[in-house]
């Protein structure tokens, strides 16, 4: 299984920038996805996260700025960011479950990275004020 992220740069702060986190190699179905971010020196923590049916979660930090969402055509996963601030710098991470059942956790919509499998690389976000 690969997550493979992109999207990542280096922006000034209120603009907008767009992740993807392509998917392949998985068997059964791509029960859950979130986006995750860690800046140096700090822990890492969940942005947003979705579920196969499409319901979505965020981080209080990132409501009403940022929007995740899937194109299960492509097996991809999008985190569209607004209004950038320089507090959203960080190494963004997507990561994923996928089985043949989803779990409860899936459905919850669960941010907690032990409940993902797999991981992508990381990219970068660096905003400038």
């Known amino acids: 299984v690969q997550l493979v992220e992109s999207g990542g740069d280096s922006v000034q702060a209120g603009r907008s920038l767009r992740l993807s986190c392509a998917a392949s190699g998985y068997t059964g179905s791509a029960c859950s996805m979130a986006w995750f971010r860690q800046a140096p020196g700090k822990e890492r923590e969940g942005v947003a996260a979705?579920?196969?049916?499409?319901?979505?979660r965020y981080a209080d930090a990132v409501k009403g700025r940022f929007t995740i969402s899937q194109d299960n055509a492509k097996n991809t996963r999008y985190l569209e960011m607004n209004s950038l601030k320089s507090e959203d710098t960080a190494k963004y991470y997507c990561a994923a479950h996928f089985g043949i059942h989803c779990r409860p956790q899936d459905t919850f919509l669960t941010m907690n990275g032990a409940d993902f499998s797999y991981w992508g690389q990381g990219t970068q976000v660096t905003v400038s004020s």
């Open positions: 979705i579920v196969w049916h499409g319901d979505t």
